[in-house]
């Protein structure tokens, strides 16, 4: 079985500093972990994701995340928040459900609030 | 490419009708997904398909019907709405192959059930 969670559901920062939104997450195997991304009343966006390659991945727009099996943790870091990082993200685990399916869970999304 | 598409936009229905949401992907993908939004849920799984013909229950499948009789079309049903299932849906496809393992997801419908 697996789950996710978020844990924060909103997080607010000021423009130019860092980002640091949290993510832990429980798997039977081998997960594959990603970060989306959903601006206001639009869909989804890949921001990275990590399949079993190097720990420490980058993704677009200056955001990375590294994965900590020890701490099964696979948070999303950013070092100079912008305006235009206010959105949803969305962290993801998916692994290989019995029958050979890989079912994504996500989680319940966590609000990043940028102030001026 | 046009990647994932949806259709429609938004629609308002009344309790008890039925409708027919499409979702379409022309990269050739096995896999496809319905999922809805709720505010403070993530998005929840309804249904999914591995490939033509086939389908599978997710998370909250009831009230909802699927059907993938084409590999590119992956169409959701709502036999008697109600207005619990008021919600933004997306459909996404995923690639799983040559090493890569990558969902995309489609604009998202907005359903209101009065």
């Known amino acids: 079985a697996q789950s996710v969670t978020q844990l924060d559901s909103h997080v607010s920062v000021s423009e130019g500093t860092p980002v640091l939104l949290r993510c832990n997450y429980s798997s039977s195997y081998s997960p594959s972990l990603f970060w989306y991304v959903q601006h206001p009343n639009k869909g989804l966006q890949l921001l990275l994701k990590?399949?079993?390659?190097?720990?420490l991945v980058k993704g677009i727009n200056g955001f990375e995340a590294e994965f900590k099996k020890s701490e099964t943790s696979f948070h999303l870091t950013k070092p100079s928040a912008h305006m235009s990082d206010a959105a949803e993200y969305f962290c993801v685990v998916s692994d290989l459900k019995t029958g050979g399916s890989y079912i994504p869970t996500f989680g319940r999304g966590t609000s990043l609030i940028v102030h001026p | 490419n046009a990647g994932v598409t949806q259709t429609p936009k938004f629609r308002v229905l009344k309790t008890g009708q039925s409708m027919t949401l499409l979702c379409a992907q022309d990269?050739?993908?096995?896999?496809m997904y319905w999922y809805r939004q709720d505010p403070g849920m993530g998005l929840r799984l309804i249904h999914y398909s591995v490939g033509e013909g086939t389908t599978a229950k997710g998370e909250v499948p009831d009230g909802y019907n699927v059907s993938r009789l084409k590999k590119q079309n992956f169409l959701l049903g709502l036999e008697s709405a109600a207005p619990s299932q008021t919600s933004v849906y997306f459909c996404?496809?995923?690639?799983?192959?040559?090493?890569?393992?990558?969902?995309?997801f489609g604009p998202g419908t907005r359903l209101t059930v009065t």
């Open positions: 996404a496809s995923r690639k799983l192959a040559g090493g890569k393992d990558e969902q995309y």
């Open positions: 990590y399949t079993s390659a190097a720990t």
């Open positions: 990269m050739n993908h096995e896999y």
